[in-house]
């Protein structure tokens, strides 16, 4: 079994700065890609950034220059540092996680998603 937890959401004026975390734990063999999702309300999952293994980063265009993200390895952790917010960044962010349980078994987990909100 595999749990993500993620932590570090909140309501954030137009500027500042969050950063969110992302915990994989239970039975794992391995862990692949790493990213972050959002969906605002009305509007399809999108993604927002992902980091391979060996750290290459994929960004997306609107969040470039001021989200970053980066992860942990030894800690089965994935990070999105997210600066110079702006309201429409309000969406909730998901964690997803491609990991493997075994040498055989992949599969994509998400986390359960955590609220950003950025006022204006």
């Known amino acids: 079994q595999v749990q993500l937890v993620e932590s570090g959401g909140g309501l954030v004026q137009a500027g500042g700065s969050l950063r969110l975390s992302c915990v994989a734990s239970?039975?794992?063999?391995?862990?692949?890609?790493m990213a972050w999702y959002r969906q605002a309300p009305g509007k399809q999952r999108e993604l927002v950034a992902a980091?391979?293994?060996?750290?290459?980063?994929n960004v997306e265009d609107s969040v470039k220059g001021r989200f970053t993200i980066s992860r942990d390895n030894a800690k089965n952790t994935v990070y999105l540092q997210m600066n110079s917010l702006k309201p429409e960044d309000t969406a909730v962010y998901y964690c997803?996680?491609?990991?493997?349980?075994?040498?055989?078994?992949?599969?994509?987990?998400w986390g359960q998603g955590t609220q950003v909100t950025v006022s204006s």
């Open positions: 997803n996680v491609r990991l493997s349980t075994s040498w055989y078994a992949t599969s994509d987990y």
């Open positions: 239970g039975s794992i063999f391995s862990i692949n890609t």
């Open positions: 980091i391979t293994r060996g750290g290459i980063t």
